[in-house]
């Protein structure tokens, strides 16, 4: 380590990671405290590599502060699976589970997984063991490792698409701790006497900071390939997988007030064969682990380990130790970051179904019974489930006569036609935020449905009703739901207010920039609504809102443009 | 001059004294005050130091570090640590310049310390739209309630954070530095509101802080606090007999949201009434019926109301005796009886012989299920005459008086039923629930009670056991043994229905537990889990430590429920003493006599 510091100017959570023999600390122990719902502090940050956020209700904080009640602590549960796809049995034991321990809904996340919200501390053992029964996990879901590697998720377009998924499962796995830390307090496994463990890649302390990893097949980029920390674009010659673009850097968190922090897309620094993938990967993650910075969290990501010291300082670093030297990135071309939705044929000749889930919430609501639908639909459907990046559920490897039953448990549940499926509501994207995340300023998901009812309006009125344009809102900067890339992008300040976005690309390969801070409601249709009056009038044919809106001025173009060295 | 004389019977040689008149002439009466303050301020700081550098080696120069500064209080209401960690650094400066300083969290703070402080610093950040961090809304919300005290003998400042992009910017810091001062506070410098990039004006605000309280030092013994209102009783002595109306400072509901259960815990007001009362004592407290009630016996009865009656307070209409003097409910087996002899009912005759009938009968009903199974034309001086007078219901205290000063508190378990197609409610418990609020008067008295006492040596070690709400004497236990500098480890099983929702006074005894008041807890819920868990699960399951302390002389306490909780205690009392002392069941039956006679087992059960 170049910069290693004395263990003084360690942040926090690098002393946790220190003392915590390989991420067990005091986790039993705290699971065991019957007086209280939560985790010992250590714990708090620990249980995250297993998996799990302690959270609470925060709506109930005042009333239960008041009533000399300790808030409702309540854990979040984040199961992975490779590139988003799991079996019908596995999904009918996660919509139990979510009904036995859970709040009655699973959330699909923004990164292909699946999460539980308000596990009771005495149940998350038992909750953890289920989901480990079907041979999922939540391990590493969490914390300052590689978490679950994304893929794009519909295989119709392209006979690579299995290669690739293949691959995204075998990062993923090939990145896991090695600690038998999970088994033991999870799965009453013994640890075995005389078996030190041994983190090869990750050593004692992990990494600085999370590390996210996804792999985009163009013209897809549903999955946000910049938005990660080491990307890779599948490049394709003859019908085959020649290799990869590697793109590294990139990252949308950020801190209000703190001018250091910035979202930021990953660079494209050069091409590697497929069979060098692991090698790259790997240098990659280990460059951050012995150069990212462990003294501040909010500097910590990679993007900061590169701006630190700059891309060709990266580059370089990087070829030296691999030994051997990029070649020159291959021409891509990305349409469009959004997903498909409805019946699609793979060329498998098996049926694929893109289901819109608003902000990945599954739950019956009314006559709209999304929950019924799908465990009704994994009772009799022999494909799989497939998450996409946007929070979307795929139906996947439907044989042609089955499609004709599943369509009807789509009708029977009143799910087959979100009655109000608008261009705008289905590249919508909104993070938990409110009630649960404790990071969270405003609302996102509870609210951003009734922000695109008011929108819809002026949208209809312009003749837009059926135009896509990517809407995205986070309850805080640190951009679960890549809001930086949202055409038009909302991150909450506080209860009822926001900032403003507009101008990323349609594609996800620019971001977008601050229009306005602190707007209420009133003021966000204020502001759009002669926005959008003057696109539909005055836009170019094809022109997506964001590059409108760039063309126009009415934004500055994002001041981070993405670099693809050459 | 009368200055340079006045300087020259001073410690001062002639050059010295030439300077000072020098530079003293020509200052006003508030300057010269000023200054003394500021002298007496630096005497004891720099200029000490100054001397006692020069002193020569030998001489004790622990000195150095002897300043007589008042101790300066930090208070920090933080939700991201920035607020602490300025309150911390704070801290460290004033350590550094030889004043003393305390810090403490909000969130954590007890107000009754507000008394002794001298010099408070509060450091505190803006949420939200102007609103203070949870971690400190207790405070605020003390500060600006009836409660708060006055505070003329403290100096203060705020070091207000919040994001200037915010309308409210630092409200909470402005919140703070109004209410101090309207509670007769003074302000030792100016607020210092500062933006996101805060270090240097905190830095300058902590500056400018430190040395006003260096410079004033001299001046705050001056300040005096004001005399309160005497707290004389007036001659008047409140009893059982001539009932004090306290007034109810807060009220809350203790169960969270989606319980079963409602528990209120009350915080009544004693100042001026001189009552004293003891851990362990209880406070009877008098009800009113709801005047759904008494309408419905009026209108069975076809009485108005507005008769006039004879009450033991005098002549009263029906409404208000009905209302204030009688009971309704619970039917009473002397009411049972007046009316069978009054309406000369042979069923209910039948039923007064058998006292288990009896039992049975009087279970669930009240005197309007009475009056409609068994109509008869009642005067209103003849429904007075069946009903038995008002009684007061007793509340095992949850307060004690070295903490709570002029407040009593109570835990009072809301009883709702229905039975006989009816719903209903406690007379007490649903006056407090449902028909008092805050700022409103209710009549106690204390009721002392020397059979429920905490070890006379502080230092013995306590076991107690109260699930529900026979937790509240434990509560007042616990507020007296925090006030002793030395005492005895102590133990709590406590039970309820549901953890997320029925842990009463949660936060107060992890608090307790984190101080070191309390030593140990259990906890059983039954509703959590199939099989039921209760208090005595959880002592058997900890049999050997529990006997461990009878045999170094803990005393064991048991308060709540008589008919059922207090038995299976006492069953799992002497079977642990059985097993673990390896006796007989009599030789356990008599070791738990000794503990009775000795004083070290005691109950409080209803």
Redesign the interface.
Known sequence: MDNKLNYKELSEDEHIKDKSDFLRGSIKASLKNPLTGALHPDDVMLIKYHGSYQQYDRDLESERKQKKLEPLFQFMVRVRAAGGITTPEQWLSLDELSDIHGNGTIKLTTRQSFQFHGILKRNLKSTIQAVNEVLLSTLATCGDVNRNVMCNPNPYQSPIHEEVYKLAGEISDYFLPKTTAYHEIWLDKEKVAGTPDFEPLYHNNYLPRKFKIAIAIPPNNDIDVFANDLGLIVIVENNKVKGFNICVGGGLGSTFGVQETYPRLADVIGFVPKEKVFEVAETVIAIQRDHGNRSDRKLSRLKHTIDDRGLEWFVEELQNRLGWNLSKPKSYHFKSNGDEYGWLKGINNKWFYTLFVEHGRVRDENDYQLKKALREIAKIHTGDFRLTGNQNLIIGNIEEDDKEGIEAILALYGVKNHPKLTGLRKSSMACVALNTCGLAFAEAERYLPSLIDKLDVIMRNNGLEKDEINIRMTGCPNNCTRSSLGEIGFVGRAVGRYNMYLGASHNGDRLNSLYKEMLSEEDILRELEPIIAAYSKDRLEEEHFGDFVIRKEIVEPTQRPLRVLN | MELKKGLERGPFNDDQADKLSVALSGLDSGQLQWLSGYFAGLSQTSLTKTAAKSLPSGSDSTLVDEVKAETIHILFGSHTGNSEGLAKNLHARAEEMGIKAVISDMATFKTRELKSIKILAVIVST???GEPP?QA??FFNYLHSKKAPNLAHLQFSVLALG?S???DFCQTGKDFDAVLEKLGAQKVVPRQDCD??YADEAKTWQQKFLNAIVQTNGQISAVQVKDLPNNLVNGTQYSRKNLFEATILEK??????GSSKETI?LELDLEGSGIKYEPGDALGVYGANSPKLVQSVLESTNLSGKEEVETHEGNKTLYDALTYNYELTPLSKSTLSEYVELTGNNGLKKILEDKVAIQEYLSGRDILDLINEVPYKLSSKELISVLRKNTARMYSIASAQEVVEDEVHLLVSVVRYNAFGRNKEGLCSSTLADRLEVGDKVKIFVDKNTRFKLPKNSEAPIIMVGPGTGVAPFRAFMQQREVLERKGPSWLFFGDRN???D????????QY?KEGVLTK???AFSR?QVQKHYVQHRMLENGKELFEWLEKGAHFYVCGDAKKMAKDVDIALKQIIQQQGGITIEKAEEYIKNLQISNRYQADIY
């Open positions: 949420h939200g739209l949870v809304e207790d994001d992009s915010y309308v996101v990039d809350i509901n203790l169960n969270g949201k815990h953890f997320t929702t842990f009463l006074y949660q936060t107060e005894w992890q537990l807890a259990d906890v959590d």
